[in-house]
């Protein structure tokens, strides 16, 4: 099944110069019938700020989301896409220079369905912060998510009709979203694979407060999906059909010294005294909400 073009989601939320990179990387890639679609989720203020910071170009299009949350903004990105293939990334991460060409070489497989690769962490060109180190380590690692059947969104593609036929990403979600699909997918039989030059560059948290952010907004969407009781069932299917996918080589971590890596133990263990006060206070102050859409849509 040969492919005509392809549509390129980006979400983004007050983050004018991080998603003019992404574009700037990805525009050149582009063919003809192909298309960028900047999905922003801001305010109709910044909104405009977005258009005026984005190149004029004939395969890009700026959509405005209402609704709070990555997962519905690549939603709305993916209601307006007009390509055969749907291919995702985040404001900010900067695929390489033959992604969009990798992506459309393994769709060429009549079968291929979902496919995502490497995601490399980066450091802004200056050596790396203790909490970029400890947020290297402990995130994105691309390659044991896709041996558990599914993929961060910053980088991933996959047929149009598969992600219909998914249901497409829960809006209710903020985080967690990105599993939960994958989850879904699996569980509908459609199968993720793995294409090493199909690589992404994400540029680490650099400090402390926002390796903490971070964690928060993830064990928020965990504790979210841990209330249905749908999704949990699914992920017990998923899980024993995962163990028989192939597990790509791990990414390798940057060459450090001994000092640096007694002090990743200690920060690693400040985040994981954090992360275990936040689930307390999560569990005292949220109740359980009502599942989602896509929470009942999971596959019995």
Not at 173 to 198: K, N, T, Y
Request: net charge positive.
């Amino acid at each position: 099944m040969s492919i005509h073009h392809l549509s390129v989601i980006v979400p983004t939320w007050r983050d004018t110069l991080a998603v003019r990179l992404t574009a700037q990387r990805l525009l050149p890639q582009l063919q003809p019938g192909d298309e960028l679609l900047i999905v922003d989720n801001g305010s109709l203020e910044q909104h405009d700020e977005v258009r005026a910071e984005l190149p004029l170009h004939p395969s890009l299009t700026v959509l405005h989301c209402a609704i709070r949350g990555s997962y519905a903004a690549r939603n709305r990105g993916a209601a307006a896409a007009t390509g055969d293939v749907l291919a995702f990334t985040d404001a900010g991460c900067v695929p390489n220079a033959r992604w969009l060409a990798a992506v459309r070489q393994h769709f060429e497989q009549p079968r291929a369905a979902r496919v995502t690769g490497p995601i490399l962490m980066t450091y802004g060109g200056r050596r790396p912060t203790l909490f970029a180190l400890v947020d290297e380590a402990m995130h994105l690692h691309q390659n044991r998510y896709v041996g558990e059947g599914w993929a961060a969104t910053a980088n991933l593609a996959m047929r149009r009709s598969a992600f219909e036929a998914s249901g497409g990403f829960d809006p209710c979600l903020l985080s967690g979203g990105d599993h939960e699909f994958g989850v879904r997918c699996m569980a509908a039989g459609i199968d993720i694979a793995w294409q090493p030059e199909m690589s992404v560059e994400h540029e680490a948290r650099a400090t402390l407060a926002e390796l903490l952010i971070k964690r928060r907004r993830i064990i928020e969407g965990v504790h979210q999906l841990a209330l249905r009781p749908a999704y949990a069932e699914a992920l017990a299917r998923v899980q024993r059909h995962a163990a028989l996918l192939d597990k790509p080589a791990r990414r390798e971590p940057p060459c450090i010294g001994l000092w640096d890596r007694l002090a990743m133990k200690v920060a690693r263990r400040v985040v994981r005294i954090h992360d275990r006060r936040y689930r307390r206070q999560l569990a005292r102050t949220i109740r359980p909400d009502r599942p989602g859409p896509s929470a009942l849509h999971l596959i019995d």
